[in-house]
């Protein structure tokens, strides 16, 4: 027996959801408390919209922590389409800070989710991880980069971007990190070392 395949969801029905996660990321990382109902209001769709793509706070709450795995996942990807395999291994880092923020900013609402589903890196961990190996990939092909970093080493090495205060003035500290990380990233990257060892020779 054939299981039944998901119905995709019209386009206005997609927009609308999309519009409830914009909104929602948008609240609740202002503040936790935020009713459902105003979410619903500022989206500008029904209560019973509302309810039939999120039934509770809790299915919100995961939903967005997904969407926004998703939407940073795939820009590294987007990124790589457009640029230089180090300029858009650099961009993403600034796209995940921006992530990274806004999770602190959600961290009381997740708080309660985390504890009922596991732990939210372990949601993102897969879509992350592989987002950081085709960038990682992509340098080391190039030679960007120091060759044989993996994505655990490059996520142990931006781990101060969960140390930032979310609440302050978090982009030029967060900017001055990663560019830290980066200049490290490019020690002993082979591109480096040809182009000064033509130097040297001329």
Avoid at 24 to 31: Q, V
Wanted: charged share 25%.
């Amino acid at each position: 027996m054939q299981e039944k395949k998901a119905t995709p969801l019209r386009s206005d029905a997609q927009r609308n959801r999309e519009r409830i996660l914009e909104v929602a990321l948008a609240e609740l990382t202002r503040s936790a408390d935020t009713p459902l109902s105003t979410i619903a209001k500022k989206a500008g769709v029904g209560q019973g919209t509302f309810y039939r793509n999120f039934p509770n706070r809790e299915a919100l709450l995961l939903e967005i922590y997904r969407h926004e795995v998703q939407q940073v996942a795939a820009a590294a990807a987007q990124l790589l389409e457009t640029r230089a395999p180090d300029r858009a291994l650099r961009e993403w880092m600034d796209r995940l800070a921006q992530f990274a923020m806004t999770k602190v900013g959600l961290a009381e609402a997740l708080r309660a989710t985390t504890l009922a589903h596991g732990t939210l890196a372990r949601l993102g961990h897969g879509a992350m991880s592989s987002a950081a190996a085709l960038l990682l990939t992509a340098n080391d092909e190039a030679g960007t980069i120091r060759p044989g970093l993996t994505p655990e080493d490059f996520f142990l090495v931006i781990a101060g971007l969960w140390q930032i205060d979310a609440g302050g003035d978090w982009q030029p500290r967060a900017t001055r990190l990663l560019d830290f990380v980066m200049d490290g990233l490019r020690v002993g990257a082979p591109a480096a070392s040809n182009a000064r060892d033509e130097a040297v020779r001329l």
